[in-house]
Structure formats: C-alpha cells, structure tokens
C-alpha cells in the first residue's frame, strides 16, 4: 500500500492550497479517508475525512474553511482549503482506515504546508 500526497507548499495567510494523495495497494471502498496534520510540537490531529459513504467530517479549527473529496475510481483524494491562517502550519497527512475488523490504518508520507503572516 502506498499514499503519495502532494500539494503543500508556501502561502501567505488568507491564500488557499490544494493536497491530493494518490493510493495504490488498497481501494477506499469500505474505509475512512482523510487528512490529518501534525505541527511542531503537537500531536498528529484529525482535519478532515470521508467515509466510503460519502459522510464527511472537519475539525472545528477548518470547518467552513476546507472541503474534502475522494474519488474512488481513481483512488484519489483531496483536500481543498482556503483562508489560510498561519496556525495551519504543519506537515498533512493523508490517510487510509478501516475501522472495522480487521482494522488497518495507512498514512501516506506527509506534504509540509506553511503559512506565513
């Protein structure tokens, strides 16, 4: 299995970015897709993530302020966000879950986001 985000980069506050990952190795059918983001010295937190439904879910800190999709024909997903402010600073992650036996988790290899001031 592999995810290979993509997208990060720098942007002045208010600016937008878009993070895709690509997967191989696993299908989203059946799991929770999503992104999550870990800045320095903080533990790795939950932004956003679909269900194989089609149920989404954002943390309060970017509701409002970013959209998550997924395509699973072509095993895609993205994270659209816009208005950054500098607190969204962090390396993003994308993520593969099934939360059902037999549970498994994946994380693709991270994509650095800064937001300067």
């Known amino acids: 299995v592999q995810l290979q985000a993509f997208g990060g980069g720098l942007v002045q506050a208010g600016g937008s970015l878009r993070l895709s990952c690509a997967a191989s190795?696993?299908?989203?059918?059946?799991?929770?897709i999503g992104w999550y983001r870990q800045a320095p010295g903080k533990q790795r937190e939950l932004v956003a993530r679909?269900?194989?439904?089609?149920?989404?879910n954002y943390a309060d800190s970017v509701k409002g302020r970013s959209t998550i999709s997924a395509d699973n024909a072509k095993k895609t997903m993205s994270l659209q966000m816009d208005a950054l402010k500098p607190e969204d600073t962090a390396v993003y992650y994308c993520?593969?879950?099934?939360?059902?036996?037999?549970?498994?988790?994946?994380w693709g290899q991270g994509t650095q986001v800064t937001v300067s001031s």
């Open positions: 190795g696993i299908t989203f059918s059946g799991n929770y």
């Open positions: 679909i269900s194989s439904g089609g149920s989404t």
């Open positions: 993520d593969v879950r099934r939360t059902m036996t037999p549970t498994y988790n994946y």
